[in-house]
């Protein structure tokens, strides 16, 4: 009898210590949420975390050590299609503690600091670029830091205006062979006019143009809403200095889109916020598109009627 209960005894204090184990993190293929506690005595630890999806989230408390995260897709890719895939991270309001960088066989390159965080930022980088490192900042008190970030990733070799740390002019036309893409491959496809431009408070590289819209050829998770039977709008994100152009009327890039004028508007959806893509006047795509037709270039059926 007391050999039993000495077996339940030791029974229950394993099924406690993995409990304990367990509560220290949790993972599927989409998310991950761990404690920096488990490294608390090893302040240089790295572990791997493994995601194997299309978007989800991370959050890390009490970060200490540092963490990579291995973002891919959850479908078996064609050969060489993670060289075309990228990832966009949006840190959390609350998040400090951390810093992250775009790591490859030891080399660093900074993605985002804790002020860029702090601030919302959102940036993106290629996966064939190398994993995300998040390497906990030295803090004596680590008992209210936390590092949280949502993640997306996204295809094509066009990134969208502004989530990018890329040289390029991000307020450059697209050419016309990447609109009549766009009009295949964007998450939202919209034709309108601009009614205002709105800067962002929060974030002082970004803005918001809203966007009246006449025509809705094609969207995600509605970012545009209906107002009327026929009316619909919605905010499009843009970087500031390219707004700027917009209620200027500069000739150049997105600035001639000012007025009264009816655009047709492409883009990406991330994090429930459309960000401008490609962006042309209307009535010169239908121009373009007419002659795409004719030469049988149009890569999809746009219906323009």
Not at 67 to 88: K, M, Q, Y
Not at 127 to 142: C, K, M, P, R
Not at 270 to 285: H, I, P, T, V
Request: with cysteine; glycine share 8%.
């Amino acid at each position: 009898m007391m050999r039993m209960r000495k077996r339940m005894i030791c029974a229950l204090l394993v099924a406690c210590l993995c409990a304990s184990a367990v509560a220290q993190y949790s993972s599927d293929q989409c998310s991950w949420r761990g404690s920096g506690l488990t490294h608390e005595a090893h302040a240089r630890d790295v572990e791997q975390v493994y995601l194997r999806c299309s978007e989800g989230s991370l959050e890390w408390l009490y970060p200490t050590g540092a963490i990579i995260v291995n973002l891919r897709p959850n479908t078996f890719p064609e050969a060489g299609a993670e060289t075309r895939l990228s990832a966009c991270v949006k840190p959390r309001a609350d998040t400090r503690g951390a810093s992250m960088y775009v790591e490859r066989a030891g080399v660093m390159r900074m993605l985002l600091s804790e002020e860029e965080q702090a601030a919302g930022r959102v940036r993106c980088f290629s996966l064939n670029e190398g994993a995300l490192f998040v390497q906990a900042s030295t803090h004596t008190d680590i008992s209210k830091r936390v590092t949280a970030f949502q993640y997306e990733l996204i295809r094509g070799e066009r990134a969208t205006a502004g989530e990018t740390l890329s040289t390029t002019d991000p307020c450059t036309p697209c050419t016309d062979d990447e609109i009549l893409m766009a009009v295949c491959t964007s998450d939202f496809v919209v034709r309108g006019s601009i009614e205002s431009v709105v800067e962002d408070g929060d974030d002082e590289q970004q803005a918001s143009v809203l966007v009246s819209v006449s025509r809705l050829y094609r969207q995600k998770r509605r970012v545009f809403e209906g107002r009327g039977r026929s009316r619909w709008s919605g905010r499009v994100r843009v970087p500031r200095r390219c707004a700027i152009q917009v209620e200027q009327g500069s000739d150049s890039g997105v600035g001639q889109w000012a007025g009264l004028e009816e655009f047709l508007f492409t883009g990406a959806v991330r994090f429930g916020e459309a960000r401008l893509g490609c962006a042309l006047q209307y009535r010169d795509f239908l121009l373009m598109y007419q002659a795409a037709v004719e030469s049988g270039r149009n890569p999809c059926h746009m219906d323009v009627n």
